[in-house]
């Protein structure tokens, strides 16, 4: 789920020292960004068809303009304010959904188009690179010095500023959620979930109010559009009532998270308002993620009741694809966990876990090669890059120990929501053995998901030392 919009809580109006300018390289290649999105936006609005050409997939024109359109806000947003940060952001979104489009549209029936597809997938791969690269520098710049020296009454105000935003964003999710899911049961549960979020986000205002701060106008812009992004790309692909479970059910685990660190925050800062609040949110996100859980079942058949033999043995084969791509990113996000743990014993089981999904992908890939001796390396690297970017987007955002631990417990549940995926799959088609890996997997990375909350005092205390 494009959920990838936790957009950096820097700009928002609770920082409490003087921002440090950024330099005048950041502002060239800032310059840069905007302009290359200018140009990439008009094309995409004036040429639509000759865009989707160019990268060999068949795409609908419309949608084309829209990613234009999108380009060219991100453009005009990037040049004209002097602090970019909140639109660098949102490219660096904007980004992850043009990769969910390259890696999930059909392919156009034409000599080198695949040639073509892999050519624009390096080149996206590249510039969200960039985007990434500057945005948190530029974060660093405004943003770090900022934190230094937090109290824990101001440091409980940053993380309910961004539990707000969290809550925008979710709200700009769950609007479309019950008419894009094709189920009854998870259409009422999208309905409900979202009423509630209504509410958990005027609880959160409410605390910030209690603080005499108030939630940032600019970062909430930018996650609602995250939201509404989302939601254009997940009706663009295939399978999208799982796809939309799965990433809610991930959304949902970081919320839950979100309120495990608020808890404590706000128990350091002596605030029983918001321990309760964050108390009671909790509880409500926990209960949505049951929801979901259910629900597997219901867009497993959904997906795939109608398949042919043939087809299904397909889709066993992209699902294995899919849950390759999140171990990717779940080992590009760990792989900077040594930086940003905090402590030896978060640093410890953020090894262990990327150990684990090392692992996980190698045995991911000996079975896919096994199905489909014809997938070749580039492709399945396409395919990944195609995959919903959490870990990449994750780790531009992860900038304290707090948030860090609570990306890796979305991540993890991403994966979850996969391999719950690929294992009913398996099931329909009789692959015994992707059945039982899958069981096996999933074992373990709840084991390891538990372990982590265990941690999430611990990240709380790092996050403190860290700023
Ligand atoms: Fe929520
Ligand atoms: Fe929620």
Redesign the pocket.
Known sequence: MSTATMIPTREGRVSTNAAVPPSATNEGSATGVGLFSLALGAAEIFAPCAVARLVGLKLNPKLVQLLGAREVASGVGILTQKRPTSWLWGRVAGDIMDLAVLGTARLREERGARGKLIAASAAVIGVTLIDTTLSARYATKGGKKSAIGRTPREQLVHFLSDMYS??QQ?LAQLISAPEIVRDPQLADDFRR?YT??EQ??GLVEQRLKAHGASPSAIKNAVMKFGGKGFLLFARAMPETSGRLVVHSYSY?AM?WAGYEMLVRFAELAGDGGTVATAKL?RA??RT?MQRLERGFDMVERLSHADCSPQELSEHVCRHLAEVHAFESQHVMLLQKGEDIAGSPILENIYRLQLNESRKDARLVEERLQKLNSGTSKIEDTALAAGGLNWGLFFQAQSDTPAKFAAFVYAVLHLEIGGYEMLKRTAHRNGDDTTEQLCDRIIAEKRSMADGLTELFGAAVHATFNST
């Open positions: 969290v809550e979710a979930h509630e979020t958990q986000a949902e919320e949110i409500q996100e949505m």
